[in-house]
């Protein structure tokens, strides 16, 4: 409920606040995320990354465009099924469940927070690498792991921090 109150918010305030105060927010509301990019990738690294992006798409319209149209689910956990969670893309929106849900479209397992960071934010993204390096395993349409990457480094670059 918090969270649907939340979005509401966000959203209204990127139709009536002008773009320079809708970023100034957006820089606020991320700043636990630029941090994470900045310095020591902990374990909050994927809740973090997924609470920024959904924040990101309620207040800038921009980042927004990147999901209109798509629809898609993603499970993320650890390799020893400790941490999961989804996100779920659905009419321009996402949303993040703190749970892994199912079905699908894609299921990433991790073996630690930098294994994952380096597998998303990597300049040259090489899935194949990260795979064959034990660090992350990987179920379903691997297009939607690219489409993932892309989000998180262009979020990466809004906040100025690539």
């Not at 100034?24 to 995320?33: A, G, V």
């Not at 941090?35 to 924040?55: H, I, W, Y």
């Not at 689910?73 to 929106?93: P, Q």
């Not at 379903?140 to 993932?148: A, P, T």
Request: charged share 25%.
């Amino acid at each position: 409920m918090a969270t649907t109150l939340k979005k509401f918010a966000l959203r209204t305030f990127s139709r009536v606040f002008p773009e320079g105060t809708r970023n100034s927010l957006h820089r606020r509301l991320c700043k636990p995320l630029a941090e994470q990019f900045c310095g020591k990738v902990t374990d909050e690294f994927l809740e973090v990354l997924l609470r920024g992006m959904e924040a990101s798409f309620c207040l800038l319209k921009g980042y927004r465009e990147n999901i209109e149209g798509f629809s898609g689910t993603y499970v993320f956990r650890t390799d020893d099924g400790r941490v999961g969670c989804s996100a779920v893309f659905s009419d321009g929106s996402m949303d993040v469940d703190p749970k892994p849900r199912a079905p699908y479209e894609v299921r990433v397992s991790f073996k630690d927070a930098p294994a994952l960071w380096r597998f998303l934010l990597a300049e040259n993204q090489d899935i194949l690498d990260s795979i064959l390096a034990n660090d992350v395993d990987v179920d379903g349409n691997l297009n939607y792991i690219y489409k993932f990457g892309f989000l998180a480094r262009d979020l990466q670059h809004r906040l100025g921090v690539a």
